[in-house]
């Protein structure tokens, strides 16, 4: 096993799935090999959902150089060795994750922030109505703004937008009013 990324994809989040799917996770067979998969699960995912600890990278070295020598069968050892190389082609991509809490694929979740396009938003209100946690400021008429603060990034104000105004943003963010102002399309 090899691991080969585009920038569409991300690293952790491939070999935490890899991780997820693997049949050691099942076996049981040796304490390393099981042991280590939910070790190894734990850590990744809280790498993705932006719970990790400055220490998480070492760690994970650790415990797949452990796996690597201990497990007792191939299986245990392949994955341990497909998330060294992981570790090692893409370290600085790790280093995002955990120390700068940015995912640069756009594809862990948690790193993301949603946005409401000024030059699209109409002021319909849609959104605001559908906003369970009361994250989105507006009237009538009005470019509707998004409180980073309180968004739980659920997602529904996409559902009622027809104006494909809200956006999911990784690193780069739009630029956006701070407060609802006049909208511009009516
Ligand atoms: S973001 Fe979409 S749903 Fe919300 S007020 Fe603007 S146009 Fe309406
Ligand atoms: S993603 Fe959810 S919490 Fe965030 S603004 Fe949209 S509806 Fe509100």
Known sequence: MTINIDEKQCVVDVLLNKVQSHPCKDCGKCVFGYEGITQLEMILKDITEKKAHSDDKALLMDLCSVMKNQS????????ASLVLEGLNTY?????????????????????????????????????LDACEDDAIL????????????????CGKCFEVCDEGAIVWA???KPKCPKKPIPCKKR
């Open 72 to 79: 007792m069968c191939d299986d245990g050892k392949e994955i």
């Open 91 to 127: 370290a600085d991509i790790f280093d995002e994750h955990i120390s700068k809490k940015q995912c640069r694929a756009g594809v862990c979740k948690k790193f993301m922030t949603v946005h409401i396009l000024a030059g699209k938003c109409i002021g319909c209100g849609e959104c």
């Open 138 to 153: 507006g009237k009538n008429k009005f470019v509707h703004v998004i409180d980073q603060d309180e968004c739980t990034l």
């Open 170 to 172: 990784g690193v780069e």
